[in-house]
């Protein structure tokens, strides 16, 4: 296959640190060529490069084998490659017509012409099959739909490469597929697209080809008949893990939470009973919607419960507020954790030592030893990758804000750890460091409750596996029971097979 866009030689240096060395690689026309790495790699700065928003120090960047030079995101728009990122950008008050042409807008003397951006809009919106109004508000469209406005924007533009950063990570399994159908679709009719995304089985079902990068050089290429999960781990970490998940199965101990009797406000029409025992790594698994995270949010007081009993280390607890949970021994790692687990453009120790600020404090004043003190603690045995405690947590990676999260709570000492989504969007190599810490925390008698959407992490990492449909828990599964097919079945509402 001919290449369309070939990119060779590429250097990038910021401040004390080499992004980019010589990184090379080709996208023929009408193919999806995965690019994958772990945080730090140097995915971002590459993509960046090639839509205009950076430019290299060093390197080449070929359009249908000529040469160009790409010194903004106007210039890389001109070239047909547009960058979709992961952070959606639209204008969320305006209407789906008006953000594809947004700064665009066909004109007659002066004035929008709004019959034009509407004709031009559907068709966009009809190659992304996205069946609404180019009046609606964006605002008013789910999140998959709006992914699906920011590929026929890029379209617009007449795109001839799109390059899609981490593109399902917001969306439902529904979307998901949807988007799938769409990338198909796009590569069927020439559109090349870059794709980079850290869920490994969606490389698995779209890539014609990967490129892998390691610490900011090329590490190596799969072809299609190349391309398994092993293959792309191996690339990835430079080294084998054959041993990914590092759960060890211990004896549990004694009960630490009992959960009798609980409605949720979402699903006030199911009890919710079972227990956690100290050392016990437990999987809550479910479709989207099944009320996994409604569950963590009641339980850590978020959404207090309707009705229902909690008991924590064989004491009955009232828990309305997230204050009464921490009391009560519990924390709770949220899906979100940008809007709901940090603060995000404070400092690292001051993110570290948040939840312990009221017991550190000093007649009412902050206790500034017990904050550094926590901060150099966590940050060690975190193992966060900062410049300094003083670094704001904006600018670290997925994997290392991550781990802000879990050092905050961990400070607390609880018996109760509750994570939801603890893996999304980080890297192969920090999800590693996750599942050891989870193992870590097990063999010191924390409980440990966690949601996952992706299968092969809640088989991999847990004891049992309590599954969830439609707010109530259709069933449990012991380790030995575990499989995808076992646990779906039970996610879909389908009565357990009677021996």
């Known amino acids: ?9 590429i250097c990038k240096t910021f ?4 992004a980019l060395h010589r990184v090379g690689f080709d996208v023929g026309e009408g193919e999806v060529v995965a690019v994958l790495g772990e945080n730090g790699a140097g995915k971002s700065t590459l993509m960046k490069i090639l839509a205009g928003v950076q430019r290299a120090d060093e390197g080449v960047i070929r359009m249908n084998g000529n040469e160009i030079e790409v010194r903004s995101v106007e210039e890389a728009l001109s070239r047909g490659i547009a960058l979709i990122h992961q952070e959606l950008n639209l204008a969320t008050n305006l209407s789906v017509g008006a953000n594809i042409f947004l700064g665009r807008e066909p004109t007659t003397f002066g004035f929008i012409h709004e019959k034009e951006i509407t004709t031009r809009a559907t068709h966009y919106l009809e190659k992304v099959g996205l069946e609404v109004s180019p009046s609606t508000l964006v605002g008013d469209l789910a999140i998959g739909q709006q992914q699906l406005v920011e590929i026929a924007k890029a379209l617009s533009t007449d795109a001839k490469v799109l390059i899609m950063d981490e593109p399902t990570s917001s969306l439902s399994q529904k979307e998901t597929e949807r988007l799938f159908t769409v990338v198909k679709d796009l590569r069927s009719r020439g559109v090349s697209i870059i794709y980079i995304s850290h869920r ?11 490129v892998v990068l390691r610490d900011g050089e090329n590490a190596g290429n799969l072809e299609k008949s190349e391309i398994s999960h092993d293959r792309m781990v191996s690339l990835m970490v430079g080294r084998d893990l054959s041993q990914f998940y590092a759960h060890d199965p211990q004896p549990p101990g004694e009960v630490v939470l009992e959960v009798s009797g609980l409605r949720t406000p979402v699903h006030p029409g199911h009890e919710i009973n079972f227990t956690l025992r100290a050392g016990e790594i437990v999987g809550l698994s479910g479709l989207v919607g099944a009320g996994r995270t409604e569950l963590l949010q009641t339980l850590f007081g978020i959404t207090p419960a309707l009705q229902g009993q909690l008991t924590v280390g064989g004491t009955k607890r ?6 009464s949970a921490i009391a009560a021994g519990l924390a709770l790692v949220p899906e979100d954790r940008k809007q709901q687990g940090l603060i995000i453009d404070m400092a690292v120790a001051d993110n570290l030592s948040l939840a312990s600020l009221a017991r550190d404090q000093r007649s009412g004043f902050l206790n500034f030893d017990a904050e550094r003190n926590i901060s150099e603690e966590m940050t060690r045995r975190m193992r966060i990758k900062t410049p300094s405690s003083r670094q704001i947590v904006r600018y670290l990676s997925g994997g290392n804000q991550q781990k802000v999260v879990l050092g905050k709570w961990l400070a607390m000492k609880p018996s109760v750890l509750l994570l939801d989504e603890p893996t999304r969007g980080i890297d192969i190599g920090a999800k590693r460091e996750i599942y050891a810490l989870m193992e870590e925390l097990s063999e010191q008698g924390v409980a440990i409750l966690f949601v996952s959407s992706e299968l092969e992490e ?3 990492m ?11 828990i259709s069933g449990e599964l012991a380790r030995e029971e575990l499989s995808e097919e076992a646990i779906m079945r039970l996610a879909t509402g389908r009565v357990r097979d009677v021996a």
């Open 1 to 9: 296959m001919a290449s369309l866009l070939e990119v060779s030689g």
């Open 458 to 460: 809640v088989i991999g």
């Open 15 to 18: 401040p004390g640190v080499r």
């Open 462 to 472: 847990s004891d049992r596996v309590l599954v969830m449909h439609e707010g109530k």
């Open 318 to 323: 009232s828990i309305v507020n997230p204050r």
């Open 200 to 210: 490994l089985g969606e490389v698995i079902e779209l890539a014609d080809r990967v």
